[in-house]
């Protein structure tokens, strides 16, 4: 029995997301049903973010038991050749018997795409949030800023959160821009349930002037999930990397 | 009775290309069924360019006829609240009573899209060819050079093609590079059936190397479809422009 880590990549849009339910098409289902076709094995697998439905993934982190005799680094090739197109494995190795992908994480980063045109915002209509609405860029940039370190980001929580605890410390959080679009990216130690689009939705209100920049702080201090901006969409978002 | 035109863009992943067909979604029958929910009137339209399954436009050219009390500047607002999210309409105007877009057309542009990374390809698996493979950029430029011109096409020229002369003007080629993409651009006075996808096949097989640069030039003169490269896939290839 060796135990198997993963880096995948995923296009969420036709998932009702990562985690097994039931009578609905998972991305964890694709590859228990992959692993199965290659070993003949009934195999449970954990993965690093649970991602939600329509949410994508560059970089989610996955890990199962095997016995069977295909090399860890082959393991990768091996479930691409029988896995749907939109799920690709990027790197498979040997992992230690009790990694885990989801408690062994120690930063984890998400993306969140804006695309800004209307030209070709079709083609963006299942990979990024399509906006073409004036937003100040500056004051979206200075309450990032406020995201920084370590809160309890109560206020940026959905219901159906299941830890413990609400205090995460957020390491780096930017946004970049270009003419056609804004791609917000923020790492921290773990993320609170729907906490990065809650977020984006927060600072779309700040780019668009209903709120300055501190507001974002006060949210922050208030813990007042009712005072922070809508759910920004799924499409948009990205299970960028995940760091051990 | 007045003739409305329209530049539309569409996505053609999920459409059996641009003209009706029996059985089969098409581009067109979304258009001409969005028509009818505005205007109630069974409208017959025509295009610039009829794409193949598969195939995008973002410049796609389309003119009908409507006793609707629209403004032909509203029209393509209107048209856009009832069509699907995969096809929108960017522009709309009044057109001369006999503007046909097929054949008033003086230039059109093609351009094919070849994703060049592992990473994310899965996000391009519907808008690019996407290849890893090493390509001799300088070779397919060089390549490109000798289809500028008065030509006949022939070798370029898929069985089912209707129009009568095989001889085609070449007013620009060029092949863009970057790390992730190679963007071949085309722009002639009218296009032979599937010619872009058999020219892009057949850089392709230059750029590996498989033919000098000149075998474009012998491929011209010999005009035998059976020693030019594979007809590139679908996927790659947008409708650019259409001037008239």
Do not use: F, P, S
């Given at each position: 029995m060796a135990r198997i880590k993963m880096v995948i990549e995923y296009d969420g849009s036709e998932y009702h997301g990562f985690q097994m339910q039931n009578n609905?098409?998972?991305?964890?289902?694709?590859?228990?049903?992959?692993?199965?076709?290659?070993?003949?094995?009934?195999?449970?697998?954990?993965?690093a973010g649970r991602t939600d439905a329509g949410v994508h993934a560059l970089g989610q982190v996955i890990a199962f038991d095997s016995c069977a005799s295909i090399p860890a680094e082959r393991w990768g090739m091996a479930l691409n050749s029988v896995l749907p197109e939109d799920i690709r494995v990027r790197f498979s190795a040997l992992a230690a018997d009790d990694f885990n992908p989801r408690f062994h994480a120690l930063r984890k980063t998400y993306s969140y795409l804006i695309y800004r045109k209307k030209e070709r915002a079709l083609f963006y209509r299942r990979y990024a949030l399509c906006s073409t609405e004036n937003l100040n860029i500056i004051s979206m940039r200075q309450a990032c800023d406020y995201l920084l370190g370590r809160h309890n980001f109560s206020a940026f929580c959905a219901s159906g959160n299941s830890s413990k605890t609400f205090e995460r410390e957020v390491y780096a959080c930017s946004l970049e821009s270009t003419e056609k679009r804004l791609i917000f990216k923020i790492t921290a130690n773990g993320f609170l349930y729907n906490m990065v689009r809650i977020i984006v939705g927060t600072l779309l209100e700040i780019g668009r002037g209903k709120y300055q920049p501190e507001h974002m702080e006060r949210l922050i201090i208030a813990r007042d999930r009712t005072r922070a901006g809508p759910t920004a969409p799924p499409q948009g978002l990205y299970l960028h990397e995940v760091e051990y």
């Open positions: 609905a098409e998972t991305v964890q289902e694709e590859l228990e049903k992959g692993i199965r076709k290659l070993t003949g094995a009934e195999t449970r697998l954990i993965c």
